[in-house]
């Protein structure tokens, strides 16, 4: 992990690398995904291995008893990947068992081209997984204690801010 901070308005900029990521939800869907009508619901999981993010995190720093901390206000990510294999269970509903293996195996022979078909939905469950994280941290730890010259949010912002 590697992080820099924005010395204008204290937001930071991390990179992060996982070995591997796995992501497991429930789904419903009714749809098209590359032109493959599917329909279904069930367990997922999506799993994504060697996974490069870049973290953008925007901060809004305030005070508190006599501390300064950071209020993470957003998170975007960015990620880099070399194979993402996907599972879905019970697609078309159980009805043709062989037909969702042979879906699943598509998907994952294709996984570039799937990974862009779900990239929205992987970026931000990334992004609000880590906000989640980042948010608690932040409010617990002052930022003095992680960045020596941090000013105030008085000296910062100015006094009426």
């Known amino acids: 992990m590697e992080s820099r901070v924005s010395k204008k ?36 999981y999506i799993e994504i291995e060697d996974l490069d993010i870049l973290l ?23 990620l880099n990947m070399s194979r993402v294999h996907t599972e879905l269970d019970n ?14 195996q598509f998907f994952n022979d294709n996984w570039r081209d799937f990974y862009e078909a779900l990239k929205p939905l992987i970026l931000e469950t990334v992004a609000n997984i880590f906000y989640e994280i980042m948010s608690k941290v932040f409010h617990l730890i002052p930022a003095n204690f992680i960045i020596e010259d941090i000013p105030t949010p008085q000296q910062l912002y100015g006094k009426n801010q």
């Open 9 to 44: 308005d204290f937001g930071w900029q991390t990179k992060v690398y996982l070995p591997k990521m796995r992501l497991d939800a429930t789904y419903q869907m009714a749809g098209r995904i590359l032109l493959i009508p599917l329909s279904g619901s069930g367990h997922l």
């Open 56 to 78: 953008l995190t925007t901060t809004r720093l305030y005070e508190k008893g006599g501390f300064t901390f950071n209020n993470v206000t957003a998170v975007r990510v960015k």
């Open 91 to 104: 697609l078309f509903n159980g009805r043709s068992p062989e037909v969702a293996r042979s879906t699943n």
